[in-house]
C-alpha cells in the first residue's frame, strides 16, 4: 500500500530484484539483481549545482582540505580556500571546480550559474544524480568557457535531438564518460553534440562491438577504450579512418589480434593515419603477427604492450623488447622506455643474424638478383629485406654463430592433453626442443589416428597461469614458443 519509488544500484548485489513484485513487471532493470522498491522519504532526490559548489567551497570549513581529481588526463589539486589566493576564494573567478559526490541533480534556476560561476574551464561532476544529457546541458550551456568535463559514475538518458545540445557544449575539448553504462552506438548518437572534442574517455563500460563515425568525433586526437569486453580486433578497424586520432588507449580489452588487410606485409595502411601512441596493456596478445600488423601503421612511434603472453614468449623480456623494436621500424618508445639509436641498431643486427639461416631457408640469398624469399617468410618478417638493404645480407660465419632463438636440443617433458575428448588421457613423452611443430603433429598422428591437418593445438604454462597461448606454425620448433620442460600441450580436432 502507499507510493514507492523503484530504483537500480550501481552495485547489483545491493538489489533484490528485476523491478517486478507478486508476478507484475513495474520496470526492467539491466541486471536480475540490481532492482529494489523504496520508500520515497529515503530517497535523495539531489540538489542544485551551485547549491553543491557553495557547500564544496564557502560554507565547509576548507582550511586544511585537499582533493585531488582527474579530467581525462588532467590531474587537479582543489586546496582549501584560506590557503590559496582571495582570486580563488571567489565564486566568480573560479576556473577549476570538483563536485564529485555532491549530490547534483539539476541545474537550478535559469542563468544563476552563468551569473556566479561564468569563469570554470575544467569541471568535475562525477558520482552525482544526473539522470540525463538534458540536464548536464542545462549546467553546461551557461559556462561557456568550459573546455574539460568529467561525468563518471552518472547514468545519462539519451536526449531525442542531441544536435539540439550542441550550443551547450560548444567549446568542451575533453570529456570522460567512464563507467557510465554507455554503449559505443550511444556515444554516436550523442557525439553531434560535441562538435570540437578532442579527447573521449570511454573505460569501464559496456562496449564490445565498434562502428564507424561518419561526420562525428573527426576532431578527436585520443579515444581510451580501455576495460571494455570488445569482441575481437576486427573491431578496430571501424575507427580506422578517424583522421586526426593520435593516442589509442587499448588496455584490458580482451585483444587477441588486429589485422589490417587493405595492404601486404612492408606496406603502410592507409587506417590510423595520424595514430602516434598505442597502448595494449593487459591483453591476450601471444603471436608475433600482431606486432607485424603494427609495422602497417605509417605513424606509429610510441607502443605499450606489458602484461601479455608475448612479452614473456622469450627467454627474458628483454629479448621480447628487442624484436619489437626490430620489427616496427619507427618505434621511438617502447613500454615507457625510449629507443636509444644504439639500441635499434643492435636489436636489427640481432634480428638478421637469428632469422638468416631461416632466410637462406625460404629462398633468400647474399646476392640481391637470386634473393627470392617465400611469401610465407614475408609474412612473418616482413621487415627482413629492410635491414638487408639497412646492413648488407648476413654472412656465412655469423649464421653459423648463432641459432634461431638460440635453440637448444634438450629434451623437453611434455604432456600431451586431450581436453575435448578424454580428461584422463593424458600422454607424457620428452621431445627435443628443436623439433618442429609439424614433426610433433606427425607424431599424434601416430599416437590419436588423426590427420596433423585437423589438429589445433595450445599450451599452458605454470608461469602463465589461466592462458593458453595457440601454436599456429607449424614450420617453427617448440622453444620458438618457449614451451618449457614439464609444460603441458592440449589437442584438439573435430
Not at 544500484?9 to 532492482?35: C, L, M, V
Not at 582570486?87 to 571546480?97: D, W, Y
Not at 578517424?242 to 606485409?265: A, C, E, I, Q
Not at 591476450?284 to 603494427?294: A, D, M, R
Request: aromatic content about 6%.
Amino acid at each position: 500500500a502507499g507510493l514507492w519509488l523503484g530504483v537500480e544500484w550501481d552495485n547489483p548485489e545491493r538489489g533484490k530484484h528485476d523491478g517486478s513484485n507478486e508476478g507484475i513487471q513495474y520496470f526492467k532493470s539491466s541486471h536480475p539483481t540490481s532492482a529494489s522498491f523504496i520508500r520515497p522519504k529515503k530517497a535523495n532526490f539531489g540538489v542544485h549545482f551551485l547549491t553543491a559548489v557553495k557547500r564544496r567551497y564557502e560554507l565547509e570549513d576548507n582550511q586544511d582540505k585537499t582533493e585531488k581529481f582527474t579530467v581525462g588526463k588532467t590531474e587537479v589539486q582543489m586546496v582549501g580556500f584560506q590557503s590559496v589566493s582571495e582570486k580563488q576564494s571567489q565564486l566568480h573567478n573560479l576556473e577549476v571546480v570538483s563536485v564529485k559526490g555532491s549530490d547534483v541533480s539539476c541545474a537550478g534556476q535559469d542563468n544563476e550559474i552563468q551569473q556566479t560561476t561564468p569563469n570554470i574551464v575544467l569541471l568535475n561532476l562525477s558520482e552525482n544524480l544526473l539522470s540525463s544529457w538534458d540536464r548536464v546541458a542545462d549546467i553546461t550551456r551557461q559556462l561557456t568557457k568550459l573546455k574539460a568535463l568529467e561525468l563518471r559514475g552518472n547514468r545519462l538518458r539519451i536526449p531525442a535531438n542531441p544536435s539540439s545540445l550542441t550550443h551547450a557544449f560548444a567549446n568542451l575539448k575533453e570529456l570522460a564518460l567512464n563507467k557510465t553504462g554507455v554503449n559505443w552506438s550511444e556515444v554516436l548518437e550523442c557525439a553531434p553534440m560535441w562538435p570540437v572534442l578532442e579527447e573521449l574517455y570511454l573505460s569501464d563500460n559496456r562496449i564490445t562491438d565498434l562502428q564507424e563515425p561518419v561526420a562525428v568525433l573527426q576532431s578527436l586526437t585520443l579515444l581510451d577504450l580501455s576495460n571494455n569486453p570488445l569482441s575481437d580486433g576486427e573491431q578496430l578497424k571501424k575507427i580506422g579512418h578517424l583522421p586526426r586520432l593520435n593516442k589509442l588507449l587499448l588496455t584490458n580489452t580482451r585483444l587477441r589480434s588486429v589485422h589490417f588487410d587493405d595492404v601486404g606485409p612492408g606496406c603502410k595502411t592507409a587506417m590510423f593515419p595520424s595514430l602516434e601512441f598505442l597502448a595494449v596493456d593487459n591483453n591476450s596478445i601471444s603471436q608475433w603477427s600482431f606486432v607485424n600488423e603494427l609495422e602497417k601503421l605509417q605513424s606509429l612511434q610510441k607502443l605499450s604492450c606489458l602484461n601479455n603472453p608475448l612479452m614473456s614468449s622469450e627467454r627474458n623480456a628483454e629479448t621480447a623488447q628487442q624484436l619489437i623494436v626490430a620489427k616496427i621500424g619507427n618505434l621511438q618508445v617502447l613500454n615507457k622506455s625510449n629507443i636509444l639509436p644504439d639500441e635499434r641498431r643492435g636489436a636489427e643486427l640481432d634480428y638478421r643474424k637469428i632469422f638468416g639461416k631461416e632466410w637462406l631457408e625460404a629462398g633468400g640469398h647474399q646476392d640481391p638478383e637470386k634473393n627470392r624469399p617465400s611469401e610465407a617468410f614475408t609474412a612473418q618478417h616482413p621487415r627482413y629485406q629492410i635491414l638487408i638493404e639497412k646492413y648488407g645480407a648476413p654472412e656465412d660465419g655469423e649464421l653459423k654463430e648463432q641459432q634461431p632463438f638460440a635453440l637448444k636440443n634438450q629434451l623437453l617433458t611434455i604432456t600431451f592433453k586431450c581436453p575435448d575428448r578424454d580428461e584422463k588421457k593424458h600422454i607424457e613423452k620428452k621431445l627435443p626442443g628443436s623439433m618442429t611443430i609439424q614433426k610433433v603433429k606427425g607424431l599424434l598422428y601416430r599416437l590419436l589416428k588423426v590427420p596433423g591437418s585437423e589438429l589445433k593445438l595450445t599450451y599452458t604454462s605454470s608461469k602463465m597461469e589461466g592462458k593458453e597461448i595457440e601454436i599456429d606454425n607449424d614450420l617453427k620448433p617448440l622453444q620458438f614458443y618457449s614451451i618449457e620442460d614439464g609444460d603441458s600441450v592440449l589437442v584438439r580436432w573435430s
